[in-house]
């Protein structure tokens, strides 16, 4: 399925924000700060991830479990397949969100680093197809996600709160690293960091039928004293109302260097949750998204 594009400022839009991928893929030293440069030069005109490039980053950003893609759809280790595309064509914004295929997550290309409001239905990130996540992390409604759940000391030196998060694909690996950074923060960030609001949770996404990314494990809301979330801010229907922020870009930063992307950065805000998508992020410095990841599952608990 294809998201229909109908507002010029999005096509536009998408523009920046996949040449800020590419920047920042590039520049391996710091994140791409795009926002309010409207000077930048236009990359190859693309406004979605080709299937070449899907299959590359499926499979770089989950070694050992997605083996690649090829015309049946997305290879599993297992033998299994999934469908790239669900041929179903254009659709609405909301419908393409409620049921998106594989190639769908990556129709908007994520922003790492700095950026200014996202424009009406940006949204990076947010569609994720469900067959693939309880692929890869389990159907927790099924109880296939919590045999693989771990702790995670979340800020061990400020904090100590014991998180619960999957181990698939080193996600509890990657949490742990966040947290050790984000541990030396000085304490003008504490109230933004803890208490963490939430990790794994098999629910629904508030006001939907879609699985929540909390169900899969890979996910965590921090500072809802600070929150902004879309619904919570007088929306109408599905229109987001004007966009909302109070988190600093150093946290931010932190977790996009470990492969998990913002809520942040979507017009639907939800500036509490962040959530482990290494196959929409280059991590810039750091750990390699799945690096370390093929004995993860097996080895259990993250390194704290
Ligand atoms: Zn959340």
Not at 46 to 53: F, H, K, L, N
Request: aromatic residues 10%; contains cysteine; hydrophobic residues 45%.
């Amino acid at each position: 399925m294809r998201l229909r594009l109908t507002n010029s400022n999005n096509a536009a839009f998408l523009l920046r924000a996949s040449f800020a991928l590419y920047v920042g893929a590039a520049a391996a030293s710091a994140p791409a700060c795009w926002g309010g440069d409207e000077t930048a030069p236009p990359p190859a005109a693309q406004d979605a991830a080709s299937d070449q490039d899907i299959a590359e980053r499926l499979t770089r950003a989950y070694p050992g479990i997605v083996k690649g893609v090829d015309s049946g759809g997305v290879i599993f280790a297992d033998g299994t397949r999934l469908p790239l595309h669900d041929g179903k064509g254009d659709r609405s914004f909301a419908a393409w969100l409620s049921d998106p295929d594989i190639a769908d997550m990556f129709a908007l290309a994520y922003p790492p680093g700095h950026m200014s409001a996202p424009p009406r239905n940006f949204d990076p990130g947010r569609a994720r197809n469900a067959a693939f996540f309880k692929k890869v992390y389990g159907d927790c409604a099924a109880g296939g996600v919590t045999p693989a759940l771990v702790d995670v000391i979340w800020l061990p030196k400020k904090a100590g709160q014991v998180l619960k998060v999957t181990s698939v694909n080193g996600v509890a690996k990657r949490l742990a690293a966040i947290s050790a950074e984000l541990d030396e923060l000085p304490a003008d960030f504490d109230g933004f960091l803890w208490p963490a609001a939430g990790t794994y949770n098999c629910r629904d996404i508030a006001g939907t039928k879609t699985p929540s990314a909390h169900g899969y494990g890979i996910a965590i809301d921090i500072a809802v004293q600070h929150a902004s979330y879309w619904r919570w801010s007088g929306a109408k229907g599905d229109a987001a109302p004007a966009y909302r922020n109070e988190v600093p870009m150093e946290i931010v930063r932190v977790f996009e260097e470990h492969g998990f992307i913002w809520g942040g950065k979507w017009s639907h805000f939800d500036t509490m949750h962040f959530e482990y998508r290494p196959e929409l992020l280059t991590p810039v410095g750091g750990l390699q998204p799945g690096a370390d990841a093929a004995g993860s599952a097996a080895s259990g608990a993250p390194a704290q």
